[in-house]
């Protein structure tokens, strides 16, 4: 008699056979499908820099300081009699500020006072006798040199008496005042300081390129005519110039001071005050990028750039300003290169992509700008 069994384990193994066959089927199903999507997710926008003309603003840290700006100290030493000012009131050249107890100067300036009438009274002695043949020319020269140098005497206590008067030397807002009524004041003492306001330099660092771009680059250079932005980050309503560059560069820093000169009217700017020159800079065939085309790593900005396989490969990018929305690129791609525009965030070092390519200008229509 025939065994079944060798029958049954045949139908099981077709059995098995058709169910892994049905499970393969779907699988390469789902897997086609999930690529499908892959490949779908995987599609990018590219695009190349543009070139124009167009200008940027950079902003250069600034310290603010009045043209003039000078500490009054005291020339003599005394108590101090009177102050004639406040606190940050404005004052004319030449008005009374301070004034120290005068007594002792006075008496100085009396007593060569009295020298010198007795040395006249000496001298015109001196020349009766002479005349008389009675003492020689040279005791009336020597009484004439006494004299002289009474006269002298009294010059100087002049002077010092005048020096328990101090007064503002130039036009100007007084500083805070250190010393009260009474104190006792040395020679050389503070009084308080004194700023001309009226304009006000303000200083700021250029790194050696810069300086020399534009030094060289007279036509291309940036305006001499600078804002300033205030603390406020509101711009001062009044245009300064760049008057003067420093001497020498800074040997830890490598940067140069430059020293714009701006109106003050109304008196807004104080001496000591922060801001930022702002310095326009025109650029002719600039290579302009999207700004969210690029990414940060440690300071460095990097786009992805499509070869001729359409792999990705990221490249570091040199920036030299800054437009709304957009980069200005000195280095690092060229204007042939296509870049992706978006989806840098999910892309990788070697990724092979497709793509949707849109011309720059496309791209700058949704992006602001500021051509000439």
């Known amino acids: 008699?025939?065994?079944?069994?060798?029958?049954?384990?045949?139908?099981?193994?077709?059995?098995?056979?058709?169910?892994?066959?049905?499970?393969?089927?779907?699988?390469?199903i789902s897997c086609s499908?999930?690529?499908?999507?892959?490949?779908e997710a995987g599609k990018?926008?590219?695009?190349?820099?543009?070139?124009?003309d167009?200008?940027?603003?950079?902003?250069?840290?600034?310290?603010?300081?009045?043209?003039?700006?000078?500490?009054?100290?005291a020339q003599e030493k005394g108590y101090l009699q009177n102050i004639y000012v406040d606190e940050g009131q404005s004052v004319k050249a030449g008005q009374l500020l301070f004034k120290i107890m005068p007594k002792m100067y006075e008496a100085e300036l009396l007593k060569a006072e009295a020298e010198v009438k007795g040395q006249e009274i000496e001298l015109l002695n001196a020349k009766t006798l002479a005349d008389k043949k009675i003492i020689s020319k040279n005791e009336q020269a020597l009484a004439q040199a006494k004299l002289d140098q009474a006269k002298a005497e009294v010059s100087i206590a002049k002077l010092h008496l005048s020096f328990t008067e101090i007064r503002a030397p130039f036009d100007g807002t007084i500083d805070r005042l250190p010393k009260k009524l009474g104190s006792l004041i040395d020679e050389g003492e503070l009084l308080t300081s004194l700023s001309?306001?009226?304009?006000?330099?303000?200083?700021?660092?250029?790194?050696?390129?810069?300086?020399?771009?534009y030094q060289t680059n007279i036509k291309g250079r940036g305006?001499?005519?600078?804002?300033?932005?205030?603390?406020?980050?509101?711009?001062?309503?009044?245009?300064?110039?760049?008057?003067?560059?420093e001497s020498e560069f800074d040997s830890e820093t490598g940067n140069i001071a430059f020293r714009a000169k701006f109106p003050n009217f109304d008196k807004l700017l104080k001496n000591g005050e922060t801001g930022k020159v702002m310095m326009?800079?025109?650029?002719?065939?600039?290579?302009?990028?999207?700004?969210?085309?690029?990414?940060?790593?440690?300071?460095?900005?990097?786009?992805?750039?499509?070869?001729?396989?359409?792999v990705i490969k990221s490249r570091e990018i040199m920036v030299i300003g800054e437009l709304p929305d957009l980069y200005i690129v000195k280095s690092g791609i060229s204007a042939a290169d296509k870049f992706l525009l978006e989806g840098?965030?999910?892309?990788?070092?070697?990724?092979?992509?497709?793509?949707d390519y849109l011309k720059p200008a496309e791209v700058l229509a949704h992006l602001k700008i500021q051509a000439n």
């Open 44 to 52: 990018y926008i590219v695009t190349n820099a543009a070139i124009i």
């Open 1 to 28: 008699m025939r065994s079944i069994a060798p029958i049954l384990f045949i139908n099981t193994m077709k059995k098995i056979v058709i169910i892994t066959g049905f499970i393969a089927v779907l699988s390469l």
């Open 223 to 245: 305006d001499n005519n600078v804002g300033l932005l205030l603390a406020n980050n509101e711009l001062l309503k009044y245009k300064g110039k760049i008057e003067v560059i």
């Open 196 to 213: 001309d306001n009226s304009q006000i330099f303000a200083y700021f660092n250029v790194s050696e390129p810069e300086y020399i771009d």
């Open 344 to 355: 840098v965030q999910n892309a990788k070092d070697d990724d092979k992509i497709k793509y």
């Open 280 to 310: 326009t800079i025109p650029v002719k065939n600039a290579l302009i990028i999207p700004q969210k085309a690029t990414y940060e790593i440690q300071d460095k900005k990097y786009v992805f750039v499509v070869d001729a396989n359409n």
């Open 54 to 73: 167009t200008s940027f603003t950079k902003e250069y840290v600034s310290q603010i300081r009045s043209v003039r700006n000078i500490e009054i100290r």
């Open 33 to 39: 499908k999930k690529k499908e999507e892959k490949e």
